[in-house]
């Protein structure tokens, strides 16, 4: 969800008001001579302590409407950002991911509403989860005043057939402040984290967090490789996630887990589910959601220029890989 910037103006002064430690006067002094990109003037301390507050606030806000959401006796899991920092508190998250039941997800919205004045950041994203047919989309956004953003999951991926999973059974519970996090299993959990970033963001991703995020859940689970390899077989993933790993180089996985899953020889990379895979990858580069085109172009759909946006998302794909290789080269 890219509401940071919305996020961090709406609640920096009233996080940082009750310290005195010149950061409000540093923030004020910038916001008068810099109305527009006042963060960026801030000097690098001033930005670790913000970023320190807004965290705090994010956790905050977090753990407030999960004890909200378990009061309510809402069936859910929470998924990634809150559930990967209780382990390493230098991983950062800018929204709350929460996954239940499809039929849930618009009582859960209006809950959260009727609580927190949460509001569909995309409301068209509610015509897609009544769309069965329609599986590259997963969750709805929502966005509050002064609140952290938050993410209805009522698919755990894009694409997959993922009836054979039970995704909310064998849950785990975290605790922090007195409050129960409800997690998927810890096989789930990584599972999830391995192709989230395949099916959503493979091109686009921070491959440290991820490789991080792989190795916070192997290192701090004992986690039953047999049954997460029974997961990867039933969805017919196996192939796709021995890539990710080799890609990725630091996921501390064990050998002979890595072993069982290579391939017999390079026909495997020809099964149906990898080229499914490489097929939904450049069709959703290629053509993504017209709502993405027209918040990403700022240009409306009616508009009779509206067709020159996809070339426009062509070029702007062509530098975004081409920025990676430059990065990734030595």
């Known amino acids: 969800m890219e509401l940071n910037s919305t996020f961090i103006t709406s609640v920096s002064i009233e996080i ?4 005195d430690d010149g950061l409000v006067k540093e923030i004020c002094a910038a916001m008068k001579k810099h109305p527009d990109n006042w963060k960026d003037k801030l ?12 965290k705090e606030k994010r956790i905050k806000d977090s753990v407030k409407i999960i004890k909200f959401l378990n ?13 990967l920092w209780y382990f390493d508190h230098g991983r950062d998250f800018e929204d709350i991911d929460i996954l239940l039941d499809r039929d849930d997800v618009e009582k859960v919205a209006n809950l959260l509403n009727k609580e ?67 997690c998927q299993s810890k096989e ?36 039953d490789w047999k049954k997460f390899l029974r997961m990867t077989d039933e969805l017919r993933q196996t192939e796709v996630i021995y890539l990710t790993a080799k890609m990725l180089k630091h996921v501390e996985m064990p050998p002979p887990v890595l072993k069982r899953m290579a391939p017999a020889s390079w026909r495997s990379y020809l099964k149906k589910p990898v080229l499914l895979w490489a097929a939904y990858l450049v069709w959703d580069r290629l053509f993504p959601p ?26 702007r794909m062509f530098f975004a890989v081409i920025g990676m290789i430059l990065k990734r080269s030595p």
């Not at 989230?196 to 792989?214: E, G, T």
């Open 290 to 315: 017209k709502d993405i085109l027209i918040r990403r172009f700022h240009i409306k759909e009616d508009s009779v220029f509206f067709f020159l946006s996809y070339p426009a998302n062509w070029i």
């Open 71 to 83: 009061q309510k006796k809402v069936d859910y899991v929470v998924l990634k950002g809150l559930s």
């Open 116 to 182: 927190f004045g949460y509001t569909y950041y995309r409301p068209e994203q509610m015509r897609f989860l009544k769309d069965l047919e329609q599986t590259n989309n997963h969750d709805v956004a929502l966005i509050a005043p002064k609140m952290i953003g938050v993410e209805l999951h009522y698919r755990m991926l894009n694409y997959l057939d993922q009836h054979k999973l039970s995704l909310m059974s064998d849950r785990i519970f975290l605790e922090f402040d007195g409050v129960k996090i409800p």
């Open 43 to 54: 000097s690098d301390e001033a930005k670790r302590k913000l970023a320190e507050r807004i």
């Open 188 to 223: 789930l959990q990584l599972l999830e984290t391995f192709l989230h970033n395949v099916y959503h963001h493979l091109l686009s991703c921070d491959r440290d967090k991820w490789a991080r995020d792989l190795n916070i859940l192997i290192e701090n689970y004992d986690i």
């Open 16 to 19: 940082i008001m009750d310290r």
